[in-house]
């Protein structure tokens, strides 16, 4: 039996390795995955046609719409210059004397409306740079400031975030985006003035030592100054169709739960429709704002959008079979024999299944380098217990989504994570010089989520 744990360690390891080296996850997963199947002594073939490629397929087959129609939304939201303009007006309302703050709310703005991590980025780097300049705030802080706005509140706390971290919970546990509103509030709070205080501690460090913005920094965008942009209320009416239309269909009085009977749904092999009405609200809520953001600037948009199209078809593709992959791993390592004492140890942990699930999570989200491969994997392997422990304890369906959620953002940004490997390329500026107040910044959110797992578990 040792020796069956260890294979799995040993998988996760390599996973975790390889993926750190900059390997594609989506090739090495179902290497490693085989690797683990022949050291348990298990079938090989039947383990990957069957269980691996299965559950990947499922996983694509859930959520593949939401990835696709979220990376249209952020490079239509690019292309047009909205996001440019949202991130430009909130950094020039605030100005230079709060420009941490201000480039953290840009990040937070976009990111809450629906525009894919990545696309906030790239956004708002080019203002991030230019109000740090002019605020002397040294370069190497503007990578912890993003990841702040983009990685951690409004990415899987704040109700109703269309960011997929906060729709996979919903087909586990039938759910919506807004589960348990006031625990993500509370939690986003923490996370917002917890980590300001960080940075704005580091920034004052800095000015005491006499540090300022730095010289000679790599990948310095151009100055911004005679570039136009939509005006800040066009620009953030698709975001705010998206969080309403998702509102309305979700909880309000197009609630998409009530649009077909049950007998119809069962031919779709459909037997509760909240395991698929988040899915569906977001769906057309997306479909709503791309529709939105193309009407903005649309002859600019116009003469880019063949190319455009196929870079976010191209990159939610590569997104979502490197999260399947993961998935595909999960669910085999959990036919392993090896993984009942793996996951008896993380139930041992705590006898409260929110503890238990925060705890397990950060584990998978850290190992993979992944929220949503950490989160899926958790939830495939263990979500059916949770769900039965929390019903045993009277704890609400609702806490259990928030906190997976929660906990998918936490370890997730250890150095081998894409997003952070990604931010620091576009700012050009490596682990050594900007790591620390990313990590601060995880283990903020990791610290966070705990402690809402022990409070909630005993109120």
Known sequence: MIIEVLAIVFALGLLMFFAYRGYPVIVFAPIFTLLAVVISGNALMPSYTETYMTNAANYVKNFFPIFLLGAIFGKVMEMN???ASIAQSIVRALGSKRAILSVILACAVLTYGGVSLFVVAFAVYPFAVAIFREANVPKRLIPGT???GAFTFTMDALPGTPQIQNIIPTSYFGTDAYAAP???IIGSLMVFFGGLWWLERRRKQAEAAGEGYGTDHKNEPEL???QTYPSLWISVLPLLLVLVFNFLLSRGFLDVTTWYNAELL?????ANVKTVAS????????CIGIVSALCINIRQVQSKLAA???AAAMGSLLAIFNTASEVGFGNVVKTLPGFKLIQNWIMGLSSQPLISEAVSVNILAGVTGSASGGLSIALEVMGKTYMAAAQAAGISPELLHRIASMASGGMDTLPHNGAVITLLAITGLTHRQS???IFAVTVLKTLTVLILAVIFSFI
Do not use: H
């Open 81 to 83: 210059g909205a996001a």
């Open 146 to 148: 993003i990841a702040l």
């Open 224 to 226: 911004l100054e005679n």
């Open 182 to 184: 006031v625990v993500g």
């Open 308 to 310: 455009g199209l196929t």
């Open 435 to 437: 790591y620390k107040d």
């Open 266 to 270: 069962k031919t779709f092999n459909i």
């Open 279 to 286: 899915s569906w609200a977001l769906i057309i809520a997306l």
